[in-house]
Nanobody, 124 residues
């Protein structure tokens, strides 16, 4: 059974940068495409970014394109999300997810495993 644990969340100022990490345990993340989603209070969970199993293909939500970068490190069995120029509207609980497929997806229902989430709060 794959377990995912996010870390790196916290309170930052608008315009700051933040790096979130997702550590896999129990199985290697090489077998999965990875995604990041977020959920703000009172809103539905939304797609942020995804990366293919081979790292060759990434997709981003329009709201974070050019500000966020998804990556993965096979040696450390992690996936990361680097955010820059953070805005108040980026405030949310961020979740990483793993999909048993070659490519990532923007649909949360396509993912098989989820982490517990890490809170990111951007103060303006």
């Amino acid at each position: 059974q794959l377990q995912l644990d996010e870390s790196g969340g916290g309170l930052v100022q608008a315009g700051d940068s933040l790096r979130l990490s997702c550590k896999g345990s129990g199985r290697t993340l090489r077998s999965y495409a990875m995604g990041w989603f977020r959920q703000a209070p009172g809103k539905e969970r939304e797609f942020v970014a995804a990366i293919s199993r081979s790292q060759g293909r990434t997709i981003y939500a329009d709201s974070v394109k050019d500000r966020f970068t998804i990556s993965r490190n096979f040696a450390e069995n992690t996936a990361s999300l680097q955010g820059s120029n953070l805005k108040a509207e980026d405030t949310a609980v961020y979740y990483c997810a793993a999909r048993s497929s070659l490519f990532g997806s923007s649909r949360s229902s396509d993912y098989d495993y989820w982490g517990q989430g890490t809170q990111v709060t951007v103060s303006s």
